[in-house]
């Protein structure tokens, strides 16, 4: 089963931007659904990105469209997030998730029930 570390975050002024990363252990010749959300404190968990693991149909959340940007490198198996122009909003914990993709649709769900691996999380602090 696949596995996923994600790095990248840290703290940062609003306006500021940052890469996010999550490495999959292996895809095993597998394509994944991979996505990215995130969970402030007290709030329910939100997708924010998401796309196939081998690209080609970006989805993002409507709270971050135009400010986020999600890509893959397959030879690396890792998924990037950039975010830009961060806001205070925007802290919370990021977390990456993958789903075996059985039947190939046109996109990646947004829904964190669809996703079935985790990785740890990476918190992103944004300071006003």
């Known amino acids: 089963q696949v596995q996923l570390v994600e790095s990248g975050g840290g703290a940062v002024q609003a306006g500021g931007s940052l890469r996010l990363s999550c490495t999959a252990s292996t895809y095993s010749g597998n394509t994944y659904c991979m996505a990215w959300f995130r969970q402030a404190p007290g709030k329910e968990r939100e997708g924010v990105a998401s796309?196939?693991?081998?690209?080609?149909?970006?989805r993002y959340g409507g709270s971050v469209k135009g400010r986020f940007a999600i890509s893959q490198d397959s030879a690396k198996n890792t998924i990037y997030l950039e975010i830009n122009s961060l806001k205070p909003e925007d802290t919370a914990i990021y977390y990456c998730?993958?789903?075996?993709?059985?039947?190939?649709?046109?996109?990646?769900?947004?829904?964190?029930?669809?996703?079935?691996?985790w990785g740890q999380g990476t918190q992103v602090t944004v300071s006003s």
């Open positions: 998730a993958a789903a075996r993709v059985v039947s190939r649709g046109e996109i990646c769900s947004l829904a964190p029930d669809t996703y079935g691996t």
């Open positions: 796309d196939f693991s081998d690209g080609g149909s970006a």
